[in-house]
Nanobody, 123 residues
Framework: QVQLVQSGGGLVQAGGSLGLSCAAS????????MGWFRQAPGKEREFVAS???????RYTDSLKGRFTISRDAVKNTVFLQMNSAKPEDTAVYYC?????????????????WGQGTQVTVSS
């Protein structure tokens, strides 16, 4: 059983930066790929970014260049750095863990989820 514990997030002004982290514990194969998703009020959860154990990354096109996903393989922790924050980035952010060996974007490919972290970008 994989456990994902998220930290970071909170309130940031538009144009600012914010970081999220997600520490995983459990079977190694269960966290081959780790990813970030977000859900804004009244909207469906959407893919943000993912990273494989080998360091390959995948981003949703609209966020590429502002968001950076990284991973500490030793600590089995994944990070999301958000730069040039926009009010439309306001959402609950979730990390997920997948057994897939490539960075996948589909929610159904993730079998474990973190508790969610609120990120609010003020204008």
């Amino acid at each position: 059983q994989v456990q994902l514990v998220q930290s970071g997030g909170g309130l940031v002004q538009a144009g600012g930066s914010l970081g999220l982290s997600c520490a995983a514990s459990g079977p190694t194969f269960s966290t081959n790929t780790m990813g970030w998703f977000r859900q804004a009020p009244g909207k469906e959860r959407e893919f943000v970014a993912s990273i494989s154990r080998g360091g390959n990354t995948r981003y949703t096109d609209s966020l590429k260049g502002r968001f950076t996903i990284s991973r500490d393989a030793v600590k089995n922790t994944v990070f999301l750095q958000m730069n040039s924050a926009k009010p439309e980035d306001t959402a609950v952010y979730y990390c997920g863990a997948s057994t897939y060996t490539w960075p996948t974007s589909g929610q159904t490919t993730y079998s474990s989820w973190g508790q969610g972290t609120q990120v609010t970008v003020s204008s």
